[in-house]
C-alpha cells in the first residue's frame, strides 16, 4: 500500500528543514507502533540524509504498565543510559501518536509527579544542549483515531486539519514556513529590548510579565511541527519577580492524558500563589508542587498560526492557535533568559479572540487576537 504522500513531505521537511540533519550524525528517532507509516517515512529519509538512527519505538502500553507497577525506586529512577543519550545524541525527532488519549487517567497523580521530577536531570541536560544548538529537535504528530476524537473530527478531517496546520497542502511547505519565519520575526524584533507585556481578556486574565533583558525566539517549524508562535521567560530575577496577576485558560488544559478544566492561577513574584479548576483540581496541584521549579512560570508565548482556529484538546495544536497567548508553568528554556529548572513545562492556553488585549511597554499590540502590527502574522 503506498504510503500518504503528505508523510513524506512532512518527513523531507523535518528531516531537511526543521533539524537540518547531516552525514555521520547520531539521530534518535522516537514514536509509537501506530505512527509506524511516518516512522517509515523518516527513517527512509534519514537514512538517505547519511545519518546514524537510533530507533526508540516504543509502545504506550509501556508507560501504563509502568505507572501500575513500577516500585517507588524504579519511579524514581535516572537512567544513566538515557542521561548519556541525551549527552551524546546530535538529533532528537519523536512523534507522538496515541491510541488512547485517556489512557493515563487514573494513574495516581503523586506517582506520575514523582517520575516527572526524576527526569529532571535528563530534561536540564536536553534543554541546555538545545539552547546552544548542539542538539537539535523535532518533534511532530501523526493523526490517530484517538487524536480524532479528541477533536470532533473524523480520521480523514483531522488528517486534513494536522497538514493544513502545517502547510503540508501547499507544493513548497518549506517555502511557506520561510514567509512565516520573516512575519514572525517582525513581531520578534519589536519586542526584544522591551520591558513589559501586559495580557488582558473580559474574562478575567489580568497578567503582568516582566521582559527586560529576556530574548524573544521566532518558532517557525524548527522544532515543534506545525509552528507558529513567539516565546520568551519572564525575568524572574528581576524585583517583581516576573510575573504578577491572574490566568484564567479559556481551554481544558490536557498533561499526560488527563484534562484539568477552568484552570485560573494567580502569579505573585513569578510563582503560583493560588490555583483553582473546576475539574482535576488535585492532579493540577500534585503537578505544581512535584519540585521547587514546578510553580514557578517558566513561559510567555504569543500563538501566530492563525491555520490553526479551534481548540482540539492537543497542545501542540492548541498553543499555536492565531490569537490566542499561552503561560507555561515549570522549566524555562535557557535560550530565552529564564533558566528555571523542573520535571514539569505545561502550556495553558488563553484565548485573546474574545475581547483581549496584548500591552507592551503602554502600546497596545493585539486587539481581539488581531495584531496591528503592519507585516505581521494574520488570517490568510
Known amino acids: ?12 521537511v523535518i528531516v531537511e528543514y526543521s533539524t537540518e540533519v547531516k552525514a555521520g550524525q547520531v539521530v534518535r528517532l522516537t514514536g509509537e507502533p501506530v505512527a509506524l507509516p511516518l516512522l517509515e517515512a523518516i527513517y527512509e529519509a534519514l537514512i538517505k540524509a547519511g545519518a546514524h538512527v537510533l530507533p526508540r519505538i516504543v509502545p504506550d502500553s509501556f508507560v501504563n504498565l509502568f505507572y501500575e507497577y513500577g516500585g517507588e525506586e524504579q519511579l524514581k529512577h535516572v537512567s544513566p543510559i538515557g542521561l548519556k543519550e541525551v549527552e551524546t545524541i546530535d538529533v532528537s525527532i519523536g512523534l507522538w501518536a496515541e491510541t488512547n488519549t485517556k489512557a493515563m487517567t487514573n494513574v495516581d497523580p503523586g506517582r506520575q509527579a514523582m517520575a516527572s521530577s526524576a527526569r529532571k536531570p535528563i530534561f536540564k541536560v536536553f534543554m541546555e544542549r538545545a539552547a546552544t544548538k548542539e542538539l537539535r529537535w523535532s518533534g511532530t504528530l ?8 479528541d477533536a470532533e473530527m473524523s480520521l480523514r478531517e483531522y488528517e486534513d486539519f494536522v497538514f493544513t496546520a502545517g502547510h503540508l497542502d501547499k507544493e513548497d511547505p518549506v517555502a511557506e514556513w520561510q514567509k512565516i519565519e520573516a512575519r514572525q520575526q517582525k513581531v520578534v524584533d519589536y519586542l526584544n529590548g522591551k520591558k513589559e507585556v501586559h495580557f488582558r481578556t473580559n474574562a478575567g486574565t489580568d497578567l503582568l510579565v ?4 529576556m530574548t524573544w525566539i521566532n518558532c517557525c517549524g524548527k522544532e515543534n511541527f506545525p509552528d507558529g508562535e513567539v516565546f520568551t521567560g519572564p525575568n524572574l530575577n528581576a524585583a517583581d519577580g516576573g510575573a504578577n496577576g491572574v490566568v484564567k485558560y479559556s481551554f481544558p488544559a490536557v498533561h499526560h492524558g488527563r484534562e484539568v478544566h477552568d484552570i485560573e ?10 490555583a483553582k479548576a473546576s475539574k482535576n483540581l488535585d492532579f493540577l496541584l500534585q503537578m505544581l508542587d512535584q519540585d521547587e521549579g514546578a510553580r514557578a ?24 492557535i492565531g490569537g490566542t497567548f499561552h503561560a507555561a508553568v515549570g522549566a524555562g528554556y535557557p535560550e530565552s533568559g529564564n533558566c528555571n529548572e523542573s520535571g514539569l513545562h505545561w502550556d495553558m492556553v488563553c484565548d485573546l479572540r474574545p475581547g483581549g488585549t496584548i500591552t507592551v511597554d503602554g502600546e497596545v499590540i493585539s486587539e481581539n487576537g488581531r495584531f496591528l502590527g503592519e507585516g505581521w502574522p494574520r488570517e490568510e
Open 142 to 149: 501523526y493523526p490517530t483515531q484517538s487524536s480524532a476524537q
Open 297 to 320: 512560570l517558566g513561559e510567555i508565548a504569543i500563538g501566530t498560526n492563525y491555520n490553526i482556529t479551534r481548540y482540539t484538546k492537543n497542545t501542540l495544536f492548541d498553543e499555536k
Open 1 to 12: 500500500m503506498m504510503r500518504d504522500q503528505r508523510l513524506d513531505k512532512l518527513a523531507k
Open 265 to 274: 492561577l494567580t502569579f505573585e513574584k513569578g510563582r503560583v500563589v493560588d
Open 210 to 213: 516582566n521582559v527586560e533583558g
